[in-house]
């Protein structure tokens, strides 16, 4: 549907956006916008035009999952790009309404579930290409979830987006660093997870925000190498064999696990 939509259509399209509100994505629903107000402008389009050229233009052949896929925007883009399969996943059955709707009324073939990040090893399958933007810092176990990605439903791509704060400055990290090394945690440079027990922005459902070095480093310790910082918060990766895994099996006393 477009500006072309039959008023009648328009005014039964106006009814079911008012109806399923408060939208965060703001989409052209047959002329019906759904966020004209939102906070950040345009979005995520505005956000989308920055890194939209660093994925591939044509998706066909490719299966797409979008985890915490709010009202459909970016499953809908991807499903433009001729994906075979996009499947979107949210635990928020109020967004999920909302991308129903959106599909519907753009045509879009999605298939949309109610699930959390945390149990993505129920869709029981790998996908060609995993978009996973906006929901790390709205976790209380943020490098789990990256593990569980990499371990139930990753296979190639990974688009990753996280609101940053702290310094975007990234310094090499050492491979071990001395006890008495204190100042290394002080520095700029140096990976930092900000933990926010009460709200930030409003939101209760905030809980960690990583600066850069840190988003960069839960990449690589996840099993996802860096291909590209398509934008500012937006980064493509590639699967890898990861080091550890979601039960850290690993990670143990220093003088004995694999990191040591
Ligand atoms: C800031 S929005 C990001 C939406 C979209 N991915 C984007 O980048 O515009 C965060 C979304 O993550 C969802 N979410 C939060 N916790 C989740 C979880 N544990 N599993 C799946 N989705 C989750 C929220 O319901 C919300 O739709």
């Not at 006890?179 to 900000?194: E, I, N, S, T």
């Amino acid at each position: 549907m477009t500006d072309e939509t039959p008023i009648s259509d328009q005014e039964r399209i106006r009814r079911r956006v008012h109806e399923l509100g408060p939208w965060f994505h703001n989409m052209n629903l047959g002329g019906i916008w759904t966020a004209p107000e939102h906070f950040l402008g345009d979005y995520p389009n505005v956000k989308w035009q920055r890194f939209a050229t660093a994925l591939p233009a044509d998706l066909s052949g490719r299966t797409v999952l979008d985890i915490g896929c709010n009202a459909g925007f970016y499953a809908i883009e991807m499903k433009r790009r001729g994906a075979d399969r996009v499947v979107a996943i949210d635990s928020d059955p109020d967004y999920l309404a909302q991308a129903r709707f959106a599909a519907e009324v753009q045509r879009a073939e999605i298939e949309l579930r109610q699930l959390s990040v945390y149990d993505v090893a129920k869709l029981g399958e790998r996908f060609d290409l995993v978009l996973f933007m906006g929901v790390l810092y709205h976790l209380r176990h943020p490098l789990l979830a990256l593990d569980l990605i990499h371990e139930h439903v990753a296979k190639d791509l990974l688009v990753f987006q996280s609101m940053q704060r702290g310094s975007a400055e990234v310094e090499p990290l050492a491979e071990d660093y001395p006890f008495v090394d204190v100042q290394a945690f002080d520095r700029p440079g140096y990976p930092k997870l900000h933990f926010i027990e009460h709200r930030y922005s409003g939101d209760p459902t905030n809980w960690w925000v990583p600066n850069r070095a840190c988003v960069e480093a839960m990449l690589r310790s996840a099993g996802f190498d860096i291909l590209q910082q398509a934008e500012e918060e937006v980064f493509l990766c590639r699967w890898r064999e990861a080091a550890f895994g979601p039960d850290g099996a690993h990670a143990v006393y220093p003088t004995r696990g694999a990191k040591a």
